[in-house]
């Protein structure tokens, strides 16, 4: 069965550091999506992402994140400048308008 | 943001007895929900839907119950197996130009032997 597939699974950042978290989705979708959880909370919906650009986005996604698909194959996540409430476990998942996302094992992200 | 709510962190079962999950969601207008099961070091795996058409939803040992009077759905697995220890999410898609997931806390089962 085809899988979301993410590197690295864990990555350890100075604060003030960019990082990309990268992402391999399941190569017929087209919906693209980064969620994180932080340790002990819900897991939250960052961004979407559709036709090579953002179609929703939530409040913790401001102006230090992006995203990118910058072939037909990768779909990244960028922290400019990371804090330390940055750290997470980062998923990113992908699906069809008409069936359930699939998510990868995620990264985790820990910054000093 | 609670809209949607899984009040028990935990639950332990008995192995070949029935367990139940429960989610509690506040906006009457969900009209989709999704379960989701997740190991340690994974990310979350679909298991099981059930649109608001429906009030029951059945797969293996796995039935979802919707209802939507006291916005309330359960998640049942009889019989409980040992690998069904995992973390389950219940999981509404609020669609606002794309689809989101919005996760409930999430409830820890553990199948005893």
């Known amino acids: 069965e085809p899988e979301v597939t993410q590197t690295p699974s864990h990555q350890v950042t100075q604060m003030g550091q960019e990082v990309i978290l990268r992402c391999v989705p399941i190569s017929n979708h087209l919906y693209f999506y980064w969620y994180r959880q932080i340790l002990g909370q819900k897991v939250e919906f960052l961004v979407s992402?559709?036709?090579?650009?953002?179609?929703?986005k939530s409040e913790i996604f401001d102006d230090q994140f992006s995203v990118e698909r910058p072939d037909g194959s990768n779909f990244t996540l960028k922290i400019r400048s990371t804090k330390l409430e940055d750290s997470a476990m980062y998923f990113c998942?992908?699906?069809?308008?008409?069936?359930?996302?699939?998510f990868g094992d995620g990264t985790r992200l820990s910054i000093l | 943001d609670q809209q949607v709510k899984q009040n028990s962190p935990s639950l332990s079962v008995q192995e070949g007895r029935i367990s139940i999950l429960n989610c509690d969601y506040t906006?009457?207008?969900?009209?989709?929900f999704l379960w989701y099961k997740k190991y340690p070091a994974e990310g979350p795996t679909f298991l099981i839907s059930?649109?608001?058409?429906?009030d029951k939803n059945e797969d293996g040992r796995f039935t979802v119950f919707l209802n939507k009077s006291a916005k309330h759905l359960s998640l049942h697995i009889v019989p409980s197996q040992p690998g069904d220890s995992a973390v389950y999410f219940c999981a509404v898609p609020v669609i606002q130009g794309a689809q989101k997931l919005v996760f409930g806390q999430g409830t820890r089962l553990t199948i005893n032997p």
């Open positions: 906006n009457s207008m969900f009209d989709y």
């Open positions: 992402f559709y036709n090579n650009e953002i179609s929703e």
């Open positions: 059930i649109s608001s058409i429906k």
């Open positions: 998942a992908s699906s069809r308008w008409d069936q359930p996302q699939h």
